[in-house]
């Protein structure tokens, strides 16, 4: 019997492309210590998220559940109490389950008032932090507009450490860590792109990502076994500022084409025009725009994975590689002007699939190291993959994900799924209202089998179509085609499938629905039985042989 992983490191990057690493074949951008990683676990090279952006994709990923199921379908829209997340699950195979940086998950005030759960109380504190007991939460993202500031926690404890360091101003983490400077000592803010090839103005070692790491190792100093660490890094999310020698390691000799034909662009999906035609769209269509942010961003992963390297590097001298399940993965893509598009948003594989490597220290996992795995996969497999490892049974009557381990011992399940689902819901966007759709029009549904993947658009939008073995940039959209009919007609059924599925059955277990089978029969009810002969004997042995006392002599 295989004995339980006694820790688990859940390693998150924040808008990494799964394309943008050396193992995942770049051949600019040399990512080493992540390849290594690679070479000792297993390289998964059709893993897609469930939601092309931050907070549902990162909700789906800490509770193994589809957005449809959970409900969290836009950033700040919070995660509904009584949802099961990855903490929850944990906890009850003996495992805690500890945050180190970002979740960007919204706590259900309003359902946790209902239900009398004091915000400070240990309950409270789980249910507002996604199931995390927090080691400390950043969600890196303190800017400051007109009306206030985008998140009043973000980065606050980081800033007080800017602080500490003597780093000035109100915001640190705007004027230093994600802007430059100019020989004036005028803020150049990060959020201009023209001013990102600018180093930030901040020592490198200062900067976010190796003081993640560094609070990570502090965590991991203290901590005592078994736990799982969600690291959960910021960048390589905007604002696109890096420190030196980040800012200018990669130039324009080092970038690669965009992935983009006028044709696609002149015959746009009316939800692609609408992407294509927003601001963010339009500056990313510029090459002034792209050829300017794409060198930082490749500079921005160039640092993690050095920061991994001195995670790794410290691991290994403090013998914890030996008993630490290792996971790295993101949590969504960037289109970075593919597709006539900057963020993310959409089903493109620039954005919607991710890097994921899953390093098991077990002796069983020996025969597949430094392997790749073509099985498609899903984010949500995280959850139950941990908590088998841990030694637990995942409740598949909640979780709708599936255990990666049988691929770490090299076996593939007979019926592993044939497609992947994930969903877009952006009827809290712009584009919603450019398109004229109504809260319950403004979303999208994927169905991908491997080779074609198909995009259900509400609103009365016709569907959208790619074939990725003759079209792998995915520039051909044959969703209005005729002769392509059977195929769309084949994922259309999958995708109804998947919408009939038993998703908020969650209380009661599969063995405990058969159970209930049986009925209250053994408990007394008899219906539909016409002769006390005509059941066994045992059913109804409480009503035979039995005597009414008379009334009457009740009452002599």
């Not at 509904?80 to 998950?105: F, I, P, S």
């Not at 004036?184 to 180093?199: A, C, T």
């Not at 006028?262 to 792209?290: C, I, K, Q, T, Y």
């Not at 044959?478 to 007609?489: Q, R």
Request: glycine fraction near 8%; aromatic fraction near 10%; hydrophobic fraction near 35%.
């Amino acid at each position: 019997m295989t004995r339980p992983i006694k820790n688990i490191l859940f390693i998150m990057f924040d808008q990494l492309r799964w394309d943008y690493l050396s193992c995942y074949g770049h051949p600019r951008l040399e990512t080493p210590n992540i390849d290594r990683l690679a070479g000792m676990g297993v390289r998964f090279d059709r893993a897609y998220v469930q939601s092309p952006l931050c907070g549902p994709s990162r909700m789906s990923t800490y509770t193994g559940r589809y957005v449809h199921s959970h409900g969290a379908s836009w950033n700040g829209v919070p995660l509904k109490v009584g949802e099961r997340t990855m903490g929850d699950h944990l906890r009850e195979a003996g495992v805690d389950a500890w945050l180190v940086g970002k979740t960007h998950m919204k706590a259900d005030a309003e359902g946790m008032a209902r239900l009398g759960l004091e915000p400070d109380s240990m309950i409270g504190v789980r249910v507002a932090e996604c199931g995390f007991d927090v080691f400390e939460r950043d969600d890196g993202l303190r800017p400051e507009g007109p009306d206030g500031l985008y998140d009043p926690k973000g980065a606050r404890r980081y800033n007080d450490w800017l602080r500490e360091k003597g780093y000035g101003g109100e915001n640190p983490w705007h004027d230093h860590a994600n802007s430059a400077v100019d020989a004036e000592g005028n803020v150049l803010s990060g959020w201009f792109m023209k001013n990102v090839s600018h180093p930030a103005n901040i020592a490198e070692e200062d900067s976010e990502t190796p003081y993640l790491t560094r609070r990570a190792m502090e965590f991991m100093q203290q901590a005592e076994a078994p736990w799982l660490c969600h690291l959960s890094y910021i960048k390589p999310h905007w604002p696109y500022v890096a420190p030196a020698p980040y800012n200018d390691m990669y130039g324009h000799n080092d970038l690669l084409p965009p992935v983009r034909t006028e044709a696609e662009f002149e015959n746009a999906h009316p939800v692609l025009r609408a992407m294509m035609n927003s601001p963010v769209g339009r500056a990313f269509s510029r090459d002034e725009v792209r050829e300017t942010v794409l060198p930082v961003y490749m500079g921005l992963i160039k640092q993690c994975d050095d920061q991994m390297g001195v995670l790794f590097d410290w691991m290994e001298r403090e013998g914890r590689m030996e008993d630490t399940m290792i996971v790295v993965t993101s949590d969504h893509g960037d289109y970075m002007g593919d597709h006539w598009m900057g963020e993310k948003t959409f089903f493109h594989d620039a954005a919607i699939r991710v890097p994921l490597i899953v390093y098991d220290p077990r002796p069983e996992a020996d025969a597949t190291r430094g392997t790749a795995c073509d099985a498609l996969v899903e984010q949500i497999d995280l959850v139950p993959t941990f908590i088998e490892a841990a030694g637990g049974e995942p409740p598949y009557h909640v979780v709708e994900g599936r255990s990666l381990l049988p691929f770490l011992r090299g076996e593939t399940p007979a019926d592993w799924r044939s497609h992947v689902i994930a969903e877009y819901d952006f009827s809290a966007a712009p584009i919603a209202d450019a398109l004229d759709l109504g809260p319950r029009e403004a979303i999208c549904f994927m169905v991908h089998d491997g080779r074609w993947k198909l995009v259900h658009c509400e609103g009365g939008l016709p569907p959208l179509l790619f074939d990725l073995e003759n079209d792998p940039g995915e520039v051909r959209d044959l969703g209005t085609s005729p002769v392509h009919a059977e195929v769309i007609d084949r994922l259309y059924d999958r995708l109804f499938e998947w919408a009939r599925r038993p998703s908020q059955r969650t209380t009661r277990s599969e063995a405990q629905l058969r159970e209930m089978r049986q009925g209250p029969r053994r408990r007394g009810v008899v219906l539909g039985v016409y002769d006390e002969n005509d059941v066994p004997l045992d059913l109804t042995v409480r009503y035979r042989d039995r005597r009414a006392r008379v009334v009457a002599e009740s009452q002599e």
